[in-house]
């Protein structure tokens, strides 16, 4: 810091704005006047690069402020153009390393030899004839596919290396994945690469056309899934044995059984754990209640007729069977209407009253004609 024109200011070599600041001393004694906000300019660390691919040296240790450098390929290995790294004026931070504005050096690896340092498995040298002039190279071995290429790289100790790369081992392929417990797979375990297999529906529960599963020509991926193309396959469910009391087997299919009323329905559950066993399960029809009789207490019978269908006494209840009913109607010397009163076909509801007697009954007049003369 240094005492400028107009107060204090950072001296040469340092950046920053300086200004006043007040400390309170540990020992709690008058305040003590400190500066800060100027910081020591420092050059640029070198730039951080593959030392086997760039050459760094005019940029070691540090660049100065304002200076620059220049980033190399390093010979004799790569070769290319080089690039300029720069230190910007003005640095206040020793980590930073010297900008190259993210452009490296192209620096490229030309490989000099046509022979690897070691032939893996699954390659074979070649030699063809182009344009009249004779051609070696690599190709794949027989087992093995793709696209056999001669490269070269540096090692851990920036040694040159050479090395084939691009064929594969030709592998099988692994289990098809589909439902195993509607699709055979038994003829598809580990197909070869460029094979296929068929793939029917699974027996005895289901049925249908024929697909099929296909492992790729040239496959080098272990355990890939084959390629399916799959059958449309049918649901076939057994008939459940013994049918539950609720169900018929009718030519027309499942039914409900007398006494019960709904549609049947049959439903296949395939279970994995017992080795994909159907297992049918029926639904839909449940048993049917009759509804109870007519209360004589509602139903006078000095102004009613009432004729019914029989009862059937249910726990000594008088009940009406679903399906039947009572017409009532008005008994002499009264007169007027009639109403029908049912238990609905489909009643599953216990106790339930007649469908129409709980809206009204018959509206009956007193006719004093028909009333006997009494001499």
Known sequence: YRWGSSGWECAEGYLGNATEACSTLENCSAPDLALEGCERIVPCAAPVLD?????????????????????????PSYAGHPRVARCPEGNTDPLRPADLFTVLPSCDLPCTKQDPDVVPEGY????????????????????????????????TDCKLVHYLEGCLRIEPCGPPLADP???????????????????????????GDVGNATCPESNTVLNRPPDLALPSCAVRCPDPWPPPPEYLNASEGWVCADGFSGTASLTCIFNA???????????????QASC???DPRVVDPCMYNLTCSPFIYVDG??????????????RAPYVGGSITATCPVENRAENRALVNLHIRLPECVFDAEQCPVVE
């Open 51 to 75: 030392e086997c691919r760039f050459n760094v040296s005019s940029c070691s240790p540090t660049v100065a402020p304002g200076d620059s450098c220049v980033v190399q390929c390093q010979e």
């Open 124 to 155: 074979n040298r070649s030699s063809r004839v182009i344009f009249g002039a004779l051609v070696e190279g690599w190709e794949c071995t027989a087992g093995h596919a793709g696209a056999a290429a001669l490269r070269c790289s540096t090692d």
């Open 181 to 207: 417990c509607m699709y055979d797979f038994s003829r598809c375990q580990a197909l070869e690469s460029g094979t296929s297999c068929n793939v029917p529906c699974r027996e005895p529960y289901h049925e």
């Open 273 to 287: 754990s017992k080795g994909c066993v159907a297992e049918s399960s029926l639904s839909g029809c449940l048993r």
């Open 292 to 294: 109870r009789a007519p």
């Open 317 to 330: 209840q008088r009940t009406l069977a679903p399906g039947t009913g009572c017409s009532i109607s008005c």
